[in-house]
């Protein structure tokens, strides 16, 4: 029986390690289980074909390794894909043109920040034959004007203008005693800071001037900024999902059940709050993160990876992430870089004139 936890790269011998390193490079060029005597002819060292199926039943007793066939050569378990990840890969350069097609993409001049995602994930995905994503961040934009109209009953519409022309309203519940004065007089504040700058700064800001009672506004006014404030962060949009390149995860499909399997992870991304569940673990750790197989819920039925990498904002903060999803035997050593390099560059425009 094939252990329940794999082991360290450690344990493994130099023998053991590289035969293990030459089947699964083999299984990510052709897909297809690899067999002693085609192990052999790969190799650098010299070993007999019974010597190599010996190593091999030893990798599979570790749970490495597993035969699909009986007669058949042998593949990477998901234990065995980890294992390659974290000990054995070797991240490969990304070559000058890969990056020029992703700088090319990633032009923000006269485009929105969604325009430039998609348009960087739909070179990521280009590049690299697997399905990309992008979690586009929560409103960042910057503002231009805030307005509070005075509903009556105590209510208000808050007006929220961004400089690239979008409007929000939120309905705003008013404390007893707040008159069409006290509005005017919260607006001219909050315009007097925001201007050209993101909801989140003005937010902070404000709140921290409040709580040290810097200025000279009187209760009401300052409890009407409050309840703005709270309305905001209540209502600000969700992260949008983008998926592009889904077409790429049918490639390699030749089962009918295979393409079921598929059928139900678009579903999956369509409804996308599994995937951004997911990508909220990119939030503990900096850098790119993989996701193989049942390691997620996700993937698990699918057998799929994901390569994801969070990007920053000018503040450092992580505001989305972007990646790609394939098959469990993509090309590591590729994407990796390629992710790594498009979630930099992307943190880059974060925060700058679209």
Not at 121 to 136: D, E, H, K, M, P
Request: charged letters at 25%; hydrophobic letters at 40%.
């Amino acid at each position: 029986m094939p252990r329940t936890k794999g082991p360290v790269i450690t344990e493994l011998n130099e023998r053991s390690r590289e035969i293990f390193r030459q089947i699964v490079e083999a299984y990510v060029e052709t897909g297809e289980p690899i067999g002693s005597r085609t192990l052999s002819r790969r190799l650098t060292l010299s070993l007999s074909p019974a010597t190599i199926r010996n190593v091999m039943a030893d990798l599979e007793d570790f749970g490495l390794l597993y035969a699909p066939h009986t007669s058949a050569g042998r593949l990477p378990t998901q234990a065995g894909m980890r294992l390659f990840v974290n000990g054995l890969l070797e991240v490969g350069r990304m070559a000058d043109a890969e990056r020029s097609a992703i700088d090319a993409q990633c032009k923000a001049a006269g485009r929105s920040m969604e325009q430039v995602l998609g348009e960087a994930l739909g070179a990521l995905s280009g590049l690299s034959r697997c399905a990309g994503v992008v979690v586009a961040p929560k409103i960042q934009r910057t503002l231009k004007h805030v307005e509070f109209v005075w509903l009556g009953r105590n209510r208000a519409l808050v007006v929220l203008v961004t400089e690239d022309g979008m409007v929000e309203n939120r309905i705003l519940d008013l404390p007893d005693g707040v008159e069409m004065s006290t509005l005017v007089e919260a607006g001219n504040y909050l315009n007097a800071r925001l201007a050209g700058r993101s909801l989140d700064e003005v937010r902070d800001e404000i709140t921290a001037e409040l709580e040290q009672h810097r200025t000279l506004l009187d209760s009401l006014t300052k409890r009407v900024i409050e309840a703005g404030l709270a309305t905001w962060a209540g209502g600000e949009s969700h992260s949008a999902l983008i998926v592009r390149g889904q077409s790429h995860l049918l490639e390699d499909v030749t089962a009918v059940e295979d393409l079921e399997r598929i059928r139900s992870l678009f579903e999956a991304l369509e409804t996308s709050e599994q995937f951004l569940r997911l990508v909220d673990l990119t939030q503990v750790a900096d850098g790119v993160q993989i996701f193989i197989g049942a390691e997620s819920d996700l993937f698990g039925v699918t057998g799929c990876s994901m390569v994801v990498a969070p990007y920053r904002d000018a503040r450092e903060r992580i505001v989305g992430a972007i990646g790609v999803i394939g098959p469990q035997r993509i090309n590591y050593a590729r994407i990796i870089p390629m992710v790594d390099y498009t979630a930099k560059v992307i943190g880059r425009l974060i925060g700058q004139p679209t």
